[in-house]
């Protein structure tokens, strides 16, 4: 048996390589990156009622769709830019879906504007910490929504954004490394 093999992970990164990857790459770790920051939110509310696995499956799609998540370009997304988007069969295509980036790029660039950057912003909620369960999770006791995302939820809302429902946000907090859920036994949850 390999090394790579005798890793034990969090089960839900099951079996699929790119789901490995982005597991033990990237899911967790402290993002702090704006342009990063915003793919991962937007990804985050098209992934609303689908399996993330999709998501992961069309992403270098939706990159190239969406002009590399660069947020100035999608706030100004007018009727062309999203007959174009719904015609794309590479990326998931739902109209308010797709209303919601460029809604969100407009809100996102606000946030900047008054915090500097939206990294300050989002990572301020935790004072710039990571939050771990000390224990850790279980696929069965790992939470959907917390106090903390909802907060953060109610207040992007109150921003004027879009597809950013508790869930959808304390699932945002995981994939940037805010919230750390690495389960009990995975090498990532050993390694803190």
């Not at 789901?19 to 509310?45: A, K, N, S």
């Not at 304390?170 to 750390?180: E, F, K, P, R, T």
Request: aromatic share 12%; charged share 30%; with cysteine.
């Amino acid at each position: 048996m390999c090394a790579e093999e005798a890793l034990g992970r969090c089960t839900w990164a099951g079996d699929d390589p790119l789901y490995t990857r982005y597991h033990d790459e990237e899911w967790g770790m402290p993002c702090h990156d704006d342009r990063m920051l915003f793919e991962m939110l937007i990804l985050e509310g098209f992934q609303a009622g689908l399996s993330w696995i999709t998501i992961l499956r069309k992403r270098e799609n939706f990159r190239r769709a969406f002009e590399g998540f660069d947020p100035v370009h999608i706030a100004n997304y007018g009727d062309t830019d999203e007959a174009r988007l719904l015609a794309d069969a590479g990326i998931v295509r739902n109209r308010l879906k797709i209303a919601a980036a460029s809604r969100n790029a407009r809100a996102f660039l606000a946030v900047q504007d008054e915090f500097g950057s939206f990294d300050r912003y989002i990572w301020g909620w935790t004072d710039g910490e990571t939050v771990r369960h000390p224990e850790g999770y279980t696929m069965e006791t790992i939470p959907a929504t917390t106090p903390l995302s909802d907060a953060i939820s109610r207040d992007l809302k109150r921003r004027g954004f879009t597809f950013v429902g508790s869930t959808i946000i304390y699932a945002y907090l995981q994939s940037v490394g805010i919230v750390d859920d690495h389960m009990r036994g995975c090498f990532k949850f050993l390694e803190r």
